[in-house]
Every structure is written in C-alpha cells, then in structure tokens.
C-alpha cells in the first residue's frame, strides 16, 4: 500500500509543533514540501535504476507502457512526442519485417539508445547505418529521435514522474478538516514512511534522526488550524 497523505502530515506536524514550540504547518507549506519529498525518494531510485538498468518494487509502481506513432520530420530520424509524464526510458521496441521460407514475417526488435554524437555518426554512415533489424534512439528537446527514418512506431516502457501527493481539506470556522475523497495519495510505498516524513522535517528545518521519526505514528484525524 502507499503512503496516506494525512497521516504523514499528522506526523510531520505533531513533531514540528513540538520542535518549533507551538509552529504550525499549514496545508500549503505541507503539500509543497512533500511533493518535493516524493520526488526526492524516487530521484535515489532512479539513479539506481540508471546504473543498474534493475526495475525495484519502487520503480515498478512508476512503470508503464504504450504504443505511440513515429512522424518523419525534416529532422534526421523519425520522431516521437514523449508522453506528458515521461521521466526515464525503461526500454523501447519496434516492428522489423523480414522473410523466412518466402514468405515475410514481423517481430518486435529492441531499439539500442545511443549518444547524440554515435547516433548522427550511425545516421550518415554507409557501412554502420541503422535498419529495422538494428535500430537506434536518442532523446532531444523532448522527443525520442529513431533510425531508421521509415519507422512508424515504437512500443515505449518508461518509467513515469509520480502524481504529487496533495491533502485536501474543508475549514469551518478555525477548524480544518481532512476530505480524504478529494486528497491524492503518496505514490511512495509504506516502508517509506520514516524516510518521508524524515525530508520533510529536513526542509522545514528540524535537525532529526530516523529512529527520532519511528514511533510517531498516529491515526488519521483532523488537523486543527489554530
């Protein structure tokens, strides 16, 4: 399961107030920063991830997979538009055709990533030159550039920036209260709870340590906006 946002904050701020004598934490502050905690954990995850090219339960959550046209463009190579939320390439295939006892056959081939330097290399040599068996990509100006130029398609596995975790709530009079309908939820999954609320703390500026953080669990409930 994923972190829940409230208890989190419930956290977060049952700590701050005790550090900051009496400080509060409110709703925009809290959201701001622990968005910026969730990228934080998958940021360490995935730079893991770009040296190993191993998909952990972390990263596995952000994994997703689509088919998306390639445009030939005046450009070298034929481009494709990355999705809104891309953040890192997990791999990408393509179609090849070819024949075999004369009749003609497709597979799905991998697309080997190349430095901008290799790839207009390949792009204009005669003897090292991409074909549909052994295509190549790189990644500019937020598209995916592909050899050959005649591709049509790729199938992108990527792994996807996480949705921002927000806690929503609803005032009457001093009091606001937790509307867990409309709050996102952590992408981060539990075991990330003390790592969490330990960069959170870090920004709000509480010098902490992790077994400082462990313990302070607590039920979900209204946060009070005195």
Do not use: C, H
């Not at 494709?80 to 393509?94: C, G, K």
């Not at 390949?122 to 074909?131: D, G, H, L």
């Not at 960069?199 to 077994?211: A, N, P, W, Y």
């Amino acid at each position: 399961m994923a972190l829940d946002v409230n208890e989190i904050r419930q956290t977060v701020n049952k700590i701050y107030r005790k550090n900051q004598v009496g400080g509060y934490l409110d709703t925009a502050t809290y959201n701001r920063y622990a968005e910026k905690a969730q990228l934080a954990y998958f940021q360490k995850r995935i730079k893991a991830f770009e040296s190993t090219r191993e998909v952990t339960q972390d990263v596995q959550s952000l994994k997703t997979q689509v088919f998306l046209p390639a445009v030939k463009t005046d450009r070298i190579g034929a481009v494709v538009a990355q999705p809104s939320d891309f953040w890192e390439v997990d791999s990408i295939t393509t179609s090849a055709g070819y024949s075999q006892d004369g009749s003609q056959k497709s597979t799905r081939v991998q697309v080997t990533e190349m430095t901008d330097m290799d790839f207009d290399f390949a792009a204009s040599s005669e003897a090292f030159k991409p074909n549909s068996m052994f295509p190549v990509f790189k990644i500019f100006g937020g598209n995916i550039i592909v050899l050959p130029e005649d591709t049509d398609e790729i199938g992108l596995s990527y792994i996807k920036y996480p949705t921002p975790p927000e806690w929503v709530g609803t005032v009457s009079g001093s009091r606001e209260t937790y509307d867990s309908a409309n709050s996102t939820q952590f992408t981060v999954p539990d075991d990330g709870f003390d790592e969490i609320v330990d960069m959170i703390l870090v920004d709000l500026g509480v010098s902490t340590r992790d077994e400082m953080v462990t313990g302070y669990g607590i039920q979900a409930q209204d946060v009070d906006g005195k």
